[in-house]
Protein backbone atom coordinates (compact mmCIF):
# COMPACT_ATOMS: atom_id res chain seq x y z
CA UNK A 1 0.00 0.00 0.00
CA UNK A 2 1.74 3.55 -0.95
CA UNK A 3 2.14 5.95 1.80
CA UNK A 4 -0.49 9.39 1.44
CA UNK A 5 1.18 12.20 0.19
CA UNK A 6 -0.19 14.72 2.55
CA UNK A 7 2.25 17.57 1.26
CA UNK A 8 -0.04 17.09 -2.05
CA UNK A 9 -3.18 17.14 -0.43
CA UNK A 10 -2.46 19.90 2.65
CA UNK A 11 -1.76 21.81 -1.23
CA UNK A 12 -5.22 20.79 -2.70
CA UNK A 13 -6.62 22.41 0.22
CA UNK A 14 -4.70 25.27 0.23
CA UNK A 15 -5.87 25.93 -3.14
CA UNK A 16 -9.40 25.01 -2.99
CA UNK A 17 -9.78 27.73 0.15
CA UNK A 18 -7.80 30.51 -2.07
CA UNK A 19 -10.35 29.89 -5.02
CA UNK A 20 -13.17 29.77 -2.56
CA UNK A 21 -11.98 32.91 -1.33
CA UNK A 22 -11.15 34.81 -4.12
CA UNK A 23 -14.62 33.63 -5.86
CA UNK A 24 -16.58 35.24 -2.49
CA UNK A 25 -14.65 38.66 -3.33
CA UNK A 26 -15.64 38.62 -6.72
CA UNK A 27 -18.98 38.14 -5.71
CA UNK A 28 -19.16 40.80 -2.96
CA UNK A 29 -17.52 43.51 -5.17
CA UNK A 30 -19.90 42.47 -8.15
CA UNK A 31 -22.71 43.00 -5.82
CA UNK A 32 -21.87 46.68 -4.76
CA UNK A 33 -22.27 49.39 -6.70
CA UNK A 34 -18.83 50.93 -8.15
CA UNK A 35 -20.88 54.74 -8.60
CA UNK A 36 -21.57 55.47 -5.51
CA UNK A 37 -18.60 56.13 -2.41
CA UNK A 38 -19.41 54.67 0.89
CA UNK A 39 -20.43 57.64 3.04
CA UNK A 40 -18.17 56.75 5.95
CA UNK A 41 -14.59 56.95 3.77
CA UNK A 42 -12.95 59.89 3.37
CA UNK A 43 -10.47 59.83 0.19
CA UNK A 44 -8.46 63.02 2.04
CA UNK A 45 -7.44 60.60 4.82
CA UNK A 46 -5.15 57.79 4.90
CA UNK A 47 -7.26 54.19 5.64
CA UNK A 48 -6.81 53.72 9.86
CA UNK A 49 -4.54 50.12 8.95
CA UNK A 50 -2.09 52.42 7.28
CA UNK A 51 1.17 54.46 8.49
CA UNK A 52 1.13 58.17 6.49
CA UNK A 53 4.01 57.57 3.49
CA UNK A 54 7.29 59.36 4.86
CA UNK A 55 7.98 62.44 2.64
CA UNK A 56 10.89 62.19 0.47
CA UNK A 57 12.80 64.96 0.27
Not at 23 to 39: N, V
Request: net charge positive.
Amino acid sequence: MPTPNYAYEKRQRELAKKRKKEEKLKRKTEQRPESSPTPDTDASQPPQGEAPAPAQD
